[in-house]
């Protein structure tokens, strides 16, 4: 029954292995059926030099060699295949170390068979690499700019350890047949793997609605957009139109040589040009449906939006973080200045394809105090459990992108600037 025990182990060690291959390669060469097929042998590869000869540096080489060769299963660069597969050998060997100085068995010798089997050790093991894997993908998560909430922190601690608690006290019991202790193994792994595939499947969820509004908000940008672009044809149509009744009048003003009259009537064309409405038009459709969708807002405010964009027309950063950034920044800017005399807001984005980098900067005056440091500025407004996350929420996206964000609080003004690296 030893040996079911440990077979039944080494499948969750395989799965462990799958989970932990999938933090550093993404890219993989195969569908579904390929994978499960490839990570099959990986298990035979696993669990035969154990039970054929059970040489403790024999079990070392072959682990080793086929976490090495499971990474020809991905794209990605020979140098990244085999960090990723020396760094998934270490981690599982630094376990086993662990585990086999908790289950107090330390003498071994590397190059002999062993008959040494301990139940508790065999079960522990995975349970404590599973711990660990799960700690590496949640970091990984969030150094690629993903939220992780507490939540899955606590789930991916407590479950793992509280399945060791019910089988240290299962294994304690008198007269237990190891039948019953392969059995209890295998149903404390499945519910370890299901409650973590679901709680998954939960956050993807969460994340595919999320993107669904962000792609809806988005829908809104570019249905605004349109509508702007008519209403600046009907404008061009109604300018065209008055054109020549301009031209008509300043040509008989200057025939009757009625300086003043005629500079008076410039100034009048001039003034009404300027009044026009400002839009932002950088010929990237993204950038400008965004802006102008809150400059609406802007305008509707009274308030006053001083850009200067300079961005080429395709631009490697995703609608769904663009439109995070720009619309927390905006929103952000004009609750500042929405019931303050000084209505204005300076907002810059430009590119620069030297280093491949996107800076964005906002500037607005604000009344009172700020308080915190970095993007944890608090709130100055009432409803304080609803607000304040902006920042916060910009925050994570420049750390995606591994740049930088500075905040600055100078002359009762305001100013965000940030820097992405593409």
Known sequence: MSTMIFLISSAFQTYEVYLLMQCFLKKCRLGGKGVLCSYAGLYLMLTLPDLVLGIPMVNLIFSFGSELLITMLYKESWKKRILSGVFVFVVFTLAECVVAL????????????????????????????????????????????EDVPVSYWIIS???????????????????LRLQLVGACAAVLFAINIFVIYLYDRQIHSFRLQAEKDTLELQNQYQKNQLELMNQVVEQIREQRHDFIRHISMISYMNEQHETERLAAYLGEIQENILQGQKYADTGNPVLDGILNYKLQEAVAADITVDMKLKVPEELELSVYDMN???????????????????????????????????????????????????????????????????????????????????????????EVKICLFL
């Open 102 to 145: 908790l289950s107090g068995y330390m003498d071994l010798d590397l190059f002999s068979s062993s008959e040494y089997f301990s139940a508790f050790g065999t079960i522990c093991l995975p349970v404590v690499m599973y711990v660990i894997v799960l700690f590496i993908r949640n970091l990984k998560n969030i150094q690629e700019g």
């Open 157 to 175: 601690v407590a479950l793992p350890i509280s399945s060791v608690y019910l089988f240290l006290l299962f294994y304690q019991q008198p007269r």
């Open 324 to 414: 995070l950034i720009l619309a927390n920044l905006m929103d952000n800017s004009m609750e500042a200045v929405r019931d303050i005399g000084d209505k204005r807001i300076e907002l810059g984005v430009r590119y620069k394809s030297k280093g491949e980098r996107i800076f964005i900067w906002i500037r607005n005056p604000y009344e009172g105090k700020r308080e915190g440091t970095g993007e944890n500025f608090r709130t100055t407004k009432e409803d304080k459990s609803c607000h304040g996350y902006g920042l916060r929420k910009v925050g994570k996206i420049v750390k995606k992108y591994k740049g930088t964000m500075e905040i600055n609080t100078k002359n009762e003004i305001f």
